[in-house]
């Protein structure tokens, strides 16, 4: 069965203190993988989409890479507005996502 | 307006009560998704459009009845629902729902039954 399962579920960081957020999945023939940011009371928010092993997106202290088996998000010396719900999510098929729990990311100034 | 929209942002409301839920995308995409998120769970997919027609149903019970009239908006009607339904509910949009294209996602309906 397809699987998404994201690591740890919970994380707290000092500011500055890097760290990864881990996403395995078992999906066959990934077509997408996707990371996104959730604040609370809000939707999420679209951050990277990886296609293949080997490749790697950034955006300010953010850094997804992808394995065959899994991605990882780290997060380069964080500050305190980095604290959010982090959510990676791989596509089935056309239209379907399937998501993981997410991991919850807290920056302490 | 820009990206995707949805109102009211919470409602509360009795079992007996029939509401709905509005979403309106303003990023010109022909597919469009409800999903639920529950506290600690996973967002579940429950509904598909694309270019107004319904493409996925995903064994969501019929107290849950969507529409879609155009492709910009999409509706959740809601009637004779159990507390079990209270949860975030959220609206989805990706530009024709191929399996390589990222979703947004609205800011949510925060839904709680009495």
């Known amino acids: 069965e397809d699987q998404v399962t994201q690591s740890p579920e919970a994380l707290r960081l000092q500011e500055g203190e890097s760290s990864s957020l881990n996403c395995s999945y078992t999906v066959s023939g990934l077509r997408g993988l996707f990371w996104y940011r959730q604040d609370p009371g809000k939707g999420p928010e679209f951050l990277f989409t990886l296609y293949s092993a080997g490749e790697e997106k950034e955006k300010e202290r953010l850094k997804a890479t992808l394995t065959k088996k899994e991605s990882f998000l780290h997060i380069t010396a964080p500050k305190p507005e980095d604290s959010a719900t982090y959510l990676c999510?791989?596509?089935?098929?056309?239209?379907?996502?399937?998501f993981g729990a997410g991991t919850t990311v807290t920056v302490r100034a | 307006e820009t990206g995707v929209t949805q109102t009211p942002r919470h409602l509360v409301m009795g079992m007996t009560n029939k509401k709905s839920l509005k979403c309106e995308q303003h990023?010109?995409?022909?597919?469009m998704y409800w999903y639920k998120q529950s506290a600690k769970k996973p967002l579940e997919l429950m509904f598909v459009?694309?270019?107004?027609?319904?493409?996925e149903n995903n064994s969501v019970p019929s107290r849950f009845s969507p529409e879609c009239p155009n492709s910009s908006h999409l509706f959740l009607h809601l009637h004779t629902l159990q507390p079990e339904d209270s949860a975030l509910y959220l609206c989805?949009?990706?530009?024709?729902?191929?399996?390589?294209?990222?979703?947004?996602f609205g800011d949510g309906t925060r839904l709680s039954i009495l």
């Open positions: 999510a791989v596509s089935l098929n056309d239209y379907k996502l399937s």
């Open positions: 989805a949009s990706s530009q024709d729902g191929a399996g390589d294209q990222p979703q947004h």
């Open positions: 459009y694309s270019l107004e027609e319904r493409v």
């Open positions: 990023l010109g995409h022909n597919a």
